[in-house]
């Protein structure tokens, strides 16, 4: 059984090693520093006597790194072994991260718990189990304190505690979505702690200090599950560009609308207001060329009902329909209307004595198409003839 000392000591990222096994692509080490998959961080990158090693994980007790291809070294040989140190940096500061926000999380949300982590070359999720609705406003604060954190510079710290020590500990962090299984059988916990911010049971690699972070840019937040809210940041140069993004996007907003970037949310309420008493007036003054078009219609008389019939255009069926359903019963006893560019429409609505559905079936019998309805309103569509020539039919 082979461990790897990734975790105690991630600075290490050349080493040389004995060969344990090997099975093929295979290879077990007696000692490694080369983190295996687990716990939400992927497996470190890197070489073993120059063969590029593609993945890194944990069979049955051991640490077994595939290489790229099956080696010329063999059982007992002694190898030079490199870790890709800008993936180990850059997953020891994505980790330590992680507990940075999950500290600020403690700070601001109610009944937390860990639900999750994972790390992608792009970006950092965490779990939230929490009851707190993560607003936009509770996104933005998570940002500020996490980042403030790594600003104050706090030592990072980690040590090995007796389980029962560590689970009697009541500011200690479980993730037991990623740790469960793990810690079962071990008689220690792994202590992660950051200075006077954050506490938890955790395996991976982190730094030393928060400073050296950088900085953290949260992305998005989403609900895969019910009590979970999920958190995405960035760290390094993919949150450098979302932030250079973001803010160049808000400049150019800003300067399109005639204002500064801390007023531009006052600004576009703003414009929303404006946008909405618009479309209001528009709407408006629409339903009153609707009403005008319709009440120049002209009226016929047909088994003793007063018929409003002809051609309506730059409306479509919906407007039309909606707006003589409230017309008809008034001054008329059906109301029928057509029109359409290409393949043109057919609205009937009837106050009850005739049919509308059935003025519609002889129209599309006529005419081709379809549709459907009831005795009070019927609508027809794709009919292959002219308004006109459907007017006139109904006519």
Not at 26 to 49: C, H, K, N, S, W
Not at 87 to 113: D, K, V
Not at 347 to 367: I, P
């Amino acid at each position: 059984m082979t461990h790897s000392l990734a975790a105690a000591d991630p600075t290490v990222t050349d080493f040389d090693a004995t060969i344990e096994r090997v099975d093929g692509t295979d290879v077990v080490l007696e000692e490694t520093y080369f983190y295996p998959q687990g716990g939400g961080q992927p497996a470190d990158r890197g070489t073993i006597e120059g063969v590029p090693v593609e993945h890194v994980e944990t069979v049955d007790g051991d640490i077994v790194h595939r290489l790229e291809r099956e080696p010329s070294f063999d059982v007992d040989d002694e190898v030079v072994a490199s870790v890709d140190d800008e993936f180990r940096r850059y997953t020891m500061r994505a980790h330590t991260a992680s507990h940075i926000l999950y500290g600020a999380g403690r700070r601001l949300l109610n009944i937390l718990g860990y639900g999750g982590f994972g790390i992608t070359n792009e970006k950092v999720r965490v779990d939230f189990e929490t009851t707190t609705d993560v607003t936009d406003d509770v996104l933005v604060e998570l940002e500020r304190l996490t980042n403030r954190a790594i600003w104050e510079s706090r030592d990072v710290a980690w040590e090995e505690v007796p389980r029962a020590e560590a689970l009697d500990r009541e500011e200690v962090a479980f993730n037991e979505a990623t740790e469960e299984g793990v810690m079962n059988d071990a008689d220690t916990v792994r202590i992660v702690t950051i200075e006077d911010w954050d506490v938890a049971a955790c395996g991976g690699t982190h730094v030393a200090n928060t400073r050296e972070i950088g900085g953290v840019t949260v992305q998005e937040r989403s609900n895969p599950g019910e009590g979970l809210t999920r958190v995405e940041f960035a760290v390094g140069p993919t949150g450098i560009r979302r932030r250079a993004t973001e803010h160049r996007a808000a400049l150019s907003a800003a300067r399109s609308i005639g204002t500064s970037v801390e007023d531009l949310p006052e600004a576009v309420e703003r414009l929303i207001d404006e946008r909405d008493a618009l479309e209001a007036e528009v709407r408006s003054l629409t339903d009153e060329v609707l009403e005008s078009r319709l009440a120049e219609l002209d009226r016929v008389e047909q088994d003793g009902q007063t018929w409003r019939i002809g051609v309506v255009n730059d409306f479509d069926s919906n407007e039309v329909g909606e707006k003589i359903q409230k017309r008809v019963g008034t001054d008329d006893d059906v109301i029928a209307v057509s029109g359409g560019g290409g393949r043109p429409f057919v609205v009937v609505a009837s106050s009850g004595d005739v049919d509308a559905n059935r003025v519609v079936e002889d129209v599309t019998d006529e005419f081709g198409g379809g549709g459907g309805g009831g005795p009070t309103f019927a609508q027809g569509g794709g009919l292959d003839a002219d308004p006109e020539e459907v007017v006139t039919f109904l006519s």
